[in-house]
């Protein structure tokens, strides 16, 4: 499956983002998908990931209460909703799928996406 991803800006501190991924090429049902960020500098992170359904979604801990992902199968796509976001999300967010249970580790996924730039003003 190939991804895009969309959605990236620069906001304030406290606001709001939603990140979109499209996916193509594969029945979008088949896999798990997941949100990747990289910091310059800094490893790449797990975000969070969602299953094939849709029905269930884990976050990594910089996202827990503020973060919520979400997936269409019908029209192949993924979001990212972030809010409060802090200046410490500033980074490239990745979107990621593979067929198989969501994992945190990104070596475990073999679509990404091209990222998309947030950055977080204070």
């Known amino acids: 499956v190939q991804l895009q991803a969309s959605g990236g800006g620069l906001v304030q501190a406290g606001g709001s983002l939603t990140l979109s991924c499209s996916a193509s090429?594969?029945?979008?049902?088949?896999?798990?998908a997941a949100w990747f960020r990289q910091a310059p500098g800094k490893e790449r992170e797990f975000v969070g990931g969602?299953?094939?359904?849709?029905?269930?979604?884990e976050y990594g801990d910089p996202a827990k209460g503020r973060f919520r992902l979400s997936k269409d199968n019908d029209r192949n796509m993924l979001y990212l909703q972030m809010n409060n976001l802090k200046p410490e999300d500033t980074a490239i967010y990745y979107c990621?799928?593979?067929?198989?249970?969501?994992?945190?580790?990104?070596?475990?996924?073999?679509?990404w996406g091209q990222g998309t730039q947030v950055t977080v003003s204070s």
């Open positions: 090429g594969d029945t979008f049902s088949r896999y798990g």
């Open positions: 969602i299953n094939w359904s849709g029905g269930v979604t």
């Open positions: 990621a799928a593979r067929k198989g249970p969501v994992r945190s580790s990104g070596d475990l996924y073999n679509s």
